[in-house]
T-cell receptor
Framework: KNEVEQSPQNLTAQEGEFITINCSYS?????LHWLQQHPGGGIVSLFM???GKKKHGRLIATINIQEKHSSLHITASHPRDSAVYIC?????????????FGTGTLLAVQP | NAGVMQNPRHLVRRRGQEARLRCSPV?????VYWYRQLPEEGLKFMVY????????ESGMPKERFSAEFPKEGPSILRIQQVVRGDSAAYFC????????????FGPGTRLTVT
């Protein structure tokens, strides 16, 4: 079983819809990241969370440490939001800052 | 305000050749991480370096792969005697410090082994 699980794996939405992508993890963490990757493209960091909620434009990220769960929400989705969204956690303790990644959620927003 | 830079962006090597991937971190960042993304797979940690030191190489294959981050110049990921299975996107990230510092990713190097 992967230490970081995302759902759904694939998501198709109509422009304007509210979108939720979920991430569950099984290890103790010091932080959780949401990343965006366009096909064939680089990786952009959207959020880094250790508690609560963060908002940036139409994107909202929440985390529940007790339940080991995070969600990424996109309000008023747009075709340019089409990308792979990746959840990654930094495990707690030790000398390393390495990230453990989920397998990603492929989002397609249709006009 | 330059971010993480990686070069080359695309690299083609024949089986048995060497591949050298370079990563220049954000100015002032002394922590560098290398990650690999195999086709149709997720990202996987390879190695974590601070200036002149390897801190964690638990994700590096034991043979043919090495990494360095010298006092001056970029971090280098070196793959000797490449095989087709090494074809992947290799991403570098950097951070200012440990703990709560965010990692900033480079655009990646796409290695194709023919």
């Amino acid at each position: 079983k992967n230490e970081v699980e995302q759902s759904p794996q694939n998501l198709t939405a109509q422009e304007g819809e509210f979108i939720t992508i979920n991430c569950s993890y099984s290890v103790g963490i010091s932080a959780l990241h949401w990343l965006q990757q366009h096909p064939g493209g680089g990786i952009v960091s959207l959020f880094m969370l250790s508690s609560g909620k963060k908002k940036h434009g139409r994107l909202i990220a929440t985390i529940n440490i007790q339940e080991k769960h995070s969600s990424l929400h996109i309000t008023a989705s747009h075709p340019r939001d089409s990308a792979v969204y990746i959840c990654a956690v930094r495990s707690y303790g030790g000398a390393t800052n390495k990230l453990i990644f989920g397998t990603g959620t492929l989002l397609a927003v249709q006009p | 305000n330059a971010g993480v830079m990686q070069n080359p962006r695309h690299l083609v090597r024949r089986r048995g050749q060497e591949a050298r991937l370079r990563c220049s971190p954000v100015k002032g960042h002394s922590h560098v991480y290398w990650y690999r993304q195999l086709p149709e797979e997720g990202l996987k940690f390879m190695v974590y370096l601070q200036k002149e030191n390897i801190i964690d190489e638990s994700g590096m294959p034991k043979e043919r792969f090495s990494a360095e981050f010298p006092k001056e110049g970029p971090s280098i990921l070196r793959i000797q005697q490449v095989v087709r299975g090494d074809s992947a996107a290799y991403f570098c990230a950097s951070s200012e410090g440990t703990g709560g510092y965010e990692q900033y990713f480079g655009p990646g190097t796409r290695l194709t082994v023919t």
